[in-house]
């Protein structure tokens, strides 16, 4: 089986659903607490293991109960937690997703050790072993180091920036990585503001589907209309789709029928995470 590196945050996510976000200095009632690991890196890595490809997590936690909690967690669900590093005296980061009913989230975010990482805490041996790497929201300068590192052993680079794109200076790890993963709002900073050309786009459309652009050459996929629960951890999937079809040989087209297929059946479950098998993608699918 392939193996994929995932770097970036290993949260505690506290997700709340609610009958309607509340206006200033309102109050509305929470119609469901729920708590467990969370983080873009983590949960693109139980993603991959869902879909049969070993993965390998690279991130940060406190040394709380939450962060021994989501340590113990991925590692029921198959990901590797060897290189997940424990900051003494620090919490684990802890999110609040607010959810309310269309689907749609809000998050709240507590410092913690969630950017604790450096780059060379990735041991050389893992990395010279991946098909893969897999970046999100991190330290800019823990990015670009990790992308050089992977291009010095010919491991193809991924990265899914997030919703801070527009806040860090991600500049040179944008332009040193081969697949960069955006959606509309993204996209619409970045290509404004680097030069992408050399970089595989792979842009995230929400209910309207994705797109692979690749140099001149597009790919195009228009999605799967659900009906909406929780949109939270739908990006996750939808790139541990696209990753877990490319590295077993898909083409671009296939990749994205997977990826759209994931991000769909994460949206129509709460909480961050949600079982991505493939005999759950194939029935999705009518295959």
């Avoid at 786009?201 to 790919?219: C, M, Y």
């Amino acid at each position: 089986m392939s193996r994929v590196v995932c770097a970036g945050h290993l949260n505690w996510d506290v997700t709340l659903r609610v009958d309607a976000l509340p206006d200033p200095d309102g109050e509305v009632r929470v119609t469901e607490r729920r708590c467990g690991g969370g983080g873009s890196a983590a949960n693109v890595a139980t993603g991959l293991t869902d879909l049969d490809v070993d993965a390998s997590l690279l991130g940060s936690v406190g040394d709380d109960e939450h962060g021994r909690t989501a340590r113990r967690e991925l590692v029921d669900d198959g990901v590797d937690a060897d290189d997940v590093v424990t900051v003494s005296g620090t919490e684990t980061t802890t999110k609040y997703i607010v959810v309310e009913p269309s689907g749609e989230v809000m998050v709240l975010g507590c410092p913690g050790a969630n950017e604790a990482f450096e780059a060379d805490d990735l041991p050389a041996s893992t990395l010279a072993a991946a098909d893969h790497l897999h970046m999100t929201s991190q330290r800019p300068e823990t990015a670009t180091r990790l992308a050089e590192r992977a291009r010095e052993c010919d491991v193809p680079v991924s990265f899914d920036p997030g919703r801070r794109i527009g806040e860090r200076a991600y500049g040179t790890a944008l332009e040193s990585v081969d697949y960069l993963f955006l959606n509309d709002r993204e996209a619409g900073l970045a290509l404004d503001a680097f030069d992408l050309r050399e970089q595989t786009l792979v842009l995230k459309h929400g209910p309207d589907g994705a797109e692979v652009r690749a140099g001149e050459a597009r790919t195009a996929h228009p999605g799967y209309p659900i009906d909406v629960v929780d949109t939270t951890g739908a990006g996750d999937a939808f790139a541990a789709g696209f990753i877990a079809a490319r590295v077993e040989g898909a083409d671009d087209h296939r990749a994205l029928e997977v990826a759209n297929a994931c991000g769909a059946l994460a949206s129509k479950a709460p909480g961050a995470r949600t079982s991505l098998t493939w005999e759950r993608i194939h029935a999705f699918l009518g295959e």
